[in-house]
């Protein structure tokens, strides 16, 4: 049995024990919105979280965020303002069996309990489908916790019955307050334990936001030499800086290559420099970005700068010979001069409107003259006859039907940039000459 200790929290009252095997971001648990670091649109006095609480409500909800940013602790205090049961499940080993046992002790008892669904995004839609009866007839209220777009991994039928709230990482001022008041608490089971201030912004800036991580490292400070007066340079002797937090599957995957493609796409050097760092530093494969490099090429800028293609495949080919790190370089120079290309995306427009027009004319024919005619029955049906030989032209121009019979259709639009202008001008040219052969 783990042995029971007194230990009292910070604010807690005479004869609070808590075991000291939980772990130290529980036991230093806020116990009021006021003690809540970051969030502060929930937690200052005028919000509507702070007046639901007061009031004594809470409601079923999904708390959307990263990692260490207070989901399980305004849960908690959710379920206290309110006085009900408060029980929490990880959708990582719990299921349908689970639930219906919460449920069965709710019913039992004759009143609503508050269930906690950690990493909510794991129940597939059938598990998701058995809380919607509880949710509706007020048996349970459901706090779902999440680190995954909800709009991707959550039902329609469960979204609509629950308030999506956003929570953010916690700026690094925001932990360091915590790993203040946790310092405090652990110097009352050993007084000559410190940390600096120093230290504790190092700890709070590498924590990438992620408070439990930030308190964990802490604790491992306490555990290693619970006598000791830590200083920044001991500290990091002793600690790992938090790994970035990025999922090659998940949100951040997406956010970043998209802020990478949009400062690309908004000619900003600088802002395109920065979020392929931040992908490269944060794990991400070169060759994945490589590829994204190649389609912002054709996308955004397109003809108004031809060469830019070759710049992107260069970059591709230049990594896959020298590979990290120097092969990385090839990116940087490739994002740089795509961000300060001339940009278009006439050739996407026009392959978008040419895709959607051949889809719907599927059934059409191609004009007889524009037909191969290799063979004689061929040539006798027709196939090839009228055709206009463009280099028979003087100037090369030949006025004829290109499209199927009623198709009509002008997809490329070249804009006034870069060599599209250039385009623009011979395509002027163009329709001026075909018109005077009409």
Request: contains cysteine.
């Amino acid at each position: 049995m783990a042995q029971q200790v007194s230990l009292l929290h910070p604010e807690a009252g005479a004869g609070s024990e808590i075991d000291i095997n939980v772990p130290l971001a529980h036991r230093i648990r806020p116990k009021s919105l006021a003690e809540v670091a970051g969030q502060h649109e929930l937690t200052r006095t005028d919000s509507w979280f702070a007046a639901m609480m007061a009031e004594g409500r809470c409601i079923s909800c999904i708390f959307w965020g990263p990692p260490g940013v207070g989901k399980t602790t305004l849960a908690t205090m959710m379920a206290d303002a309110a006085g009900i049961p408060f029980r929490q499940l990880s959708a990582v080993s719990a299921g349908k069996a689970e639930v219906q046992q919460v449920v069965k002790q709710a019913k039992a008892e004759g009143q609503t309990w508050l269930l906690f669904l950690d990493e909510i995004h794991r129940f597939n839609k059938a598990q998701q489908d058995v809380l919607l009866p509880y949710i509706e007839d007020g048996t349970l209220v459901l706090v779902g916790a999440t680190t995954e777009n909800p709009s991707f991994s959550l039902n329609n039928a469960l979204l609509s019955r629950c308030r999506m709230i956003v929570l953010n990482a916690l700026e690094a001022a925001d932990i360091a307050s915590i790993l203040q008041r946790a310092v405090a608490y652990l110097q009352q089971q050993s007084s000559e334990f410190a940390v600096d201030a120093d230290a504790l912004n190092w700890l709070a800036e590498g924590s990438d936001g992620d408070a439990r991580y930030a308190i964990n490292a802490l604790n491992a400070l306490f555990e290693s030499d619970r006598s000791k007066s830590w200083d920044k340079k001991a500290v990091q002797a002793q600690s790992l800086r938090r790994a970035a937090r990025y999922d090659r599957d998940g949100d951040a995957h997406y956010d970043l290559i998209s802020a990478l493609h949009k400062s690309v796409r908004d000619s900003d050097a600088d802002g395109a420099i920065y979020w392929l760092a931040r992908m490269l530093e944060a794990g991400e494969q070169p060759l994945y970005i490589a590829r994204r490099l190649i389609r912002m090429a054709t996308e955004d800028i397109g003809l108004a700068d031809p060469k830019a293609l070759n710049i992107t495949l260069d970059a591709h080919r230049m990594f896959e010979i020298l590979g990290s790190p120097e092969g990385e370089q090839g990116l940087f120079e490739a994002a740089i001069y795509l961000a300060l290309a001339p940009k278009s995306n006439a050739a996407y427009m026009a392959e978008k409107s040419a895709r959607k027009l051949a889809r719907e004319t599927q059934h059409t024919d191609v004009p007889k003259h524009l037909k191969n005619g290799p063979t004689k029955l061929m040539k006798e049906l027709g196939h090839g006859a009228g055709y206009q030989y463009a280099h028979n032209a003087v100037d090369g121009v030949v006025n004829q039907q290109h499209l199927p019979d009623g198709v009509h259709g002008q997809f490329y639009q070249p804009v006034e940039r870069g060599f599209e202008r250039t385009l623009k001008e011979r395509i002027d040219w163009l329709n001026e000459r075909r018109g005077e052969k009409r």
